[in-house]
């Protein structure tokens, strides 16, 4: 099945995925990998591999592209997922997440705890992937709202957008680098940065006071520890719960340390400094490996705080948190990799000259057609921008302001929107104890409203200062 068809058997098998979670309760693996087998069987990828003569795969058959499509995402995210849920385990047990939430409420005061946790996920996410920063700081948020009696919905939405607004926004996470380098402007990547910053803070505001008014609307178990009043005394408690707390520098060692080490690997990939020195940059600079690094020092921790008789059995406690996320993550995976394997993506970009007329809108429009059908932003930005550069001239869009503003329009769309097959969804719903329907309420709301307001905010940029 090709063209119109398949593109509304594209839409009701979303719909269905939605329903299938949301009202039929099917759990989100199982949901994700049925919609995955009848939609790829739909499209027409065949029953099994076809091989050539001699015996090599020309064409995936659809249960070896389920397990590809498994392999492929567990290999992306599942030892970054792993390592970063064990520095977070390991934050909260010790005490550490609790010492830097006291240290950030000293710093900020108490009255803006949902501001202080989105900002912090803004800065922390220039460098890191949003997984990863929601990983790490998930303790620090949930320690924090304990701190302050804040909701820990808003705290976790805010965190989200302020991590997914610099990760599709601000160099040097890849997808703005090479949406940018696809569209010539690898050269000129603080004009991207600059305008990635300023297209952020309309989405920033919007995206608080959502997290505010949905924090209001949603509860979650972790709502339940939090008292409605005497939030004081229950700080206090918790306090006193542990036996010794860590030291502020070694609490934020775990957390930094990979964040610097990721920043430096990006900035190296950025500038080829990979000879030398800058090699040895790139590769401590691997998520994988710069989160192992943050969980040794974690395990600093474990023995600043005389709980290293404990460290086989936080480390088993952590391993069983992460793995239904690690599974449906990468079930999320298996229908991105189906989706791609039909002719969705060909259709759209076949399709792309026939939508030119719209300008800036153009971009937009593509990058969150291809947000909303596979899932991960980057491949979007990715994508988009190489179907956009050959029509940069019919756009009206030549000299580098301009196409510094298509930029941010193709990461505007890569921002709508997401939902169950985006790692991040997931990661966002697991964490933060949220079920799928309250996280389509709050995660895919959030993430249109931000989408729409960064694109209104570049067309209006677009009418000043082009």
Known sequence: ??????????????????????????????????????????????????????????????????????????????LVIIFGTLIGYVLEKTGAAFQLADALVRLIGKRHPVLAIQL????????????????????????????????????????????????????????PIASASNLGLEDNLLLVIGLGMLVSIPVLIVSYFFSVYIGKKITTPESEVIPDQDVEAAYEELRNSYTRLPSTLTSVLPIIAP????????????????????????????????????????????????????????????????????????????????????????????????????????????????????GSATVAMVTTSGIVAPLLPVLGLETPLQVGLAVMAISAGSLTVSHANDSHFWVVTNFSKMTPQQAYRSQTVVTGLMGVTAMLFVWVLSLFIV
């Open 259 to 374: 964040i610097i080490l990721m920043a430096g690997g990006s900035i190296a990939n950025m500038f080829k400094w990979t000879e030398g020195l800058g090699r040895l940059i790139v590769f401590l600079g691997n998520p994988m490996l710069a989160l192992a690094i943050g969980f040794l020092l974690a395990v600093i921790l474990l023995a600043e705080t005389h709980m290293m008789d404990r460290f086989h059995r936080f480390t088993e406690e952590g391993l069983r948190i992460v793995g239904p996320i690690i599974f449906i993550t990468a079930a999320g995976g298996v229908l991105g990799k189906v989706i791609a394997e039909t002719d969705v993506v060909d259709f759209i970009s076949n399709n792309a000259t026939e939508l030119a007329g719209l300008g800036l809108f153009f971009p937009f429009l593509v990058a969150a057609l291809f947000k909303t059908a596979q």
């Open 1 to 78: 099945m090709t063209g119109l068809p398949l593109m509304g058997v594209f839409v009701l098998a979303i719909v269905a995925l939605i329903l299938m979670i949301s009202k039929l309760r099917i759990h989100p693996f199982l949901s994700l990998l049925f919609v995955s087998l009848v939609f790829g069987l739909i499209g027409g990828v065949p029953l099994l591999d076809a091989k050539d003569a001699d015996g090599e795969v020309i064409t995936t058959g659809i249960t070896s592209l389920i397990g590809e499509g498994f392999s492929s995402t567990f290999k992306s995210f599942g």
């Open 120 to 175: 912090m996920g803004w800065i922390v996410c220039i460098p890191v992937f949003s997984d990863s920063g929601f990983v790490i700081l998930n303790p620090v948020r949930r320690a924090l709202a304990q701190r302050t009696g804040a909701s820990p919905v808003a705290m976790a939405i805010a965190l989200s957008a302020g991590l997914f607004t610099s990760h599709v926004f601000i160099p040097p996470t890849p997808g």
